[in-house]
């Protein structure tokens, strides 16, 4: 039963988050100082204060945008992602990383006489707060704990049979495994489990290109990377260290595949 309480989605990446933060107030201190006179352009503390100012106040834009996304932003974005796919209602979806349910519960909205399963390592330093109950708790408080389960396992090794799903999500999860190897891994893992026309859905801030040419390799001929002008906006203030966008494919069922 869905009560008044809102569901907490978390703080993504609060380690990054607490570094820019520290940062932002490095540069926002030199910017007063300069302001009132301390240093100014001749001094020598300006070769390193000066672009020590304006990384902080970069870093310091980013982490706010981070924290406004973290809360706001991300639930509406959430929908337009899951808008990519065509629903029946009837699905069986695994959500892979799926953290504190964001795009698992969303899915679960989506669904009649389907269920969403999520699986997560949950790691704290990755998401805060994140763990099952937190899960299970935006789940009830949402209205959909009946569709919802979750479990503890790796994305490395998917602990279902091949074709087990209709529908498999993962959002902001698969950058943080850090070997590429290991992260081809996990996509080929996806793609096992999906069943023949299922659909695929990744959105993360890293690796995209990646994950869709490893989909198409595994057989999902279509699988495609999708970005945005704000995902190269993203990708020029981070110095390239950040490139949002989503990956989209479908698997081929035999009824479709073309004969030789």
Same mark, same amino acid.
């Given at each position: 039963? &869905?009560?008044? !309480?809102?569901?907490?989605? /978390?703080?993504? @990446?609060?380690?990054?988050? $607490? %570094?820019?933060? +520290?940062?932002? =107030?490095?540069?926002?201190?030199?910017?007063?100082?300069?302001?009132?006179?301390?240093?100014?352009?001749?001094?020598?503390?300006?070769?390193?204060?000066?672009?020590?100012?304006?990384?902080?106040?970069?870093?310091?834009?980013?982490?706010?945008?981070?924290?406004?996304?973290?809360?706001?932003?991300?639930?509406?974005?959430?929908?337009?992602?899951?808008?990519?796919?065509?629903?029946?209602?009837?699905?069986?979806?695994?959500?892979?990383?799926?953290?504190?349910?964001?795009?698992?519960?969303?899915?679960?909205?989506?669904?009649?006489?389907?269920?969403?399963?999520?699986?997560? &390592?949950?790691? !704290?330093?990755?998401?805060? /707060?994140?763990? @099952?109950?937190?899960?299970? $708790? %935006?789940?009830? +408080?949402?209205? =959909?704990?009946?569709?919802?389960?979750?479990?503890?396992?790796?994305?490395?090794?998917?602990?279902?049979?091949?074709?087990?799903?209709?529908?498999?999500?993962?959002?902001?999860?698969?950058?943080?495994?850090?070997?590429?190897?290991?992260?081809?891994?996990?996509?080929?893992?996806?793609?096992?489990?999906?069943?023949?026309?299922?659909?695929?859905?990744?959105?993360?801030?890293?690796?995209?290109?990646?994950?869709?040419?490893?989909?198409?390799?595994?057989?999902?001929?279509?699988?495609?990377?999708?970005?945005?002008?704000?995902?190269?906006?993203?990708?020029?203030?981070?110095?390239?260290?950040?490139?949002?966008?989503?990956?989209?494919?479908?698997?081929?069922?035999?009824?479709?595949?073309?004969?030789?």
């Amino acid at each position: 039963m &869905k009560d008044n !309480q809102t569901p907490n989605y /978390g703080l993504d @990446a609060p380690i990054a988050v $607490r %570094n820019m933060l +520290i940062f932002a =107030v490095l540069g926002i201190s030199l910017l007063v100082a300069r302001l009132l006179g301390v240093w100014s352009r001749q001094d020598a503390i300006a070769v390193v204060a000066r672009p020590l100012m304006l990384a902080g106040i970069s870093f310091g834009v980013m982490a706010l945008w981070m924290i406004y996304d973290s809360k706001v932003g991300k639930i509406r974005e959430r929908e337009v992602y899951l808008d990519q796919i065509d629903w029946n209602g009837n699905e069986r979806v695994l959500d892979v990383g799926c953290g504190l349910g964001l795009f698992l519960i969303g899915a679960a909205k989506r669904l009649s006489t389907g269920r969403a399963v999520g699986i997560d &390592k949950w790691q !704290q330093e990755d998401l805060l /707060g994140n763990n @099952a109950e937190g899960t299970l $708790r %935006n789940a009830m +408080i949402e209205g =959909v704990v009946d569709k919802v389960e979750v479990h503890t396992g790796d994305a490395r090794q998917l602990p279902f049979a091949d074709s087990s799903f209709d529908v498999v999500l993962s959002s902001m999860a698969l950058h943080n495994i850090y070997s590429a190897d290991e992260r081809q891994i996990a996509v080929r893992e996806i793609a096992r489990v999906l069943a023949p026309g299922g659909r695929v859905l990744i959105v993360d801030v890293r690796h995209t290109s990646a994950y869709a040419a490893t989909l198409r390799d595994a057989g999902l001929s279509d699988a495609r990377c999708v970005q945005g002008m704000f995902s190269y906006l993203i990708t020029l203030i981070t110095f390239g260290a950040a490139g949002w966008g989503y990956v989209i494919g479908s698997k081929v069922s035999p009824a479709s595949a073309p004969k030789e």
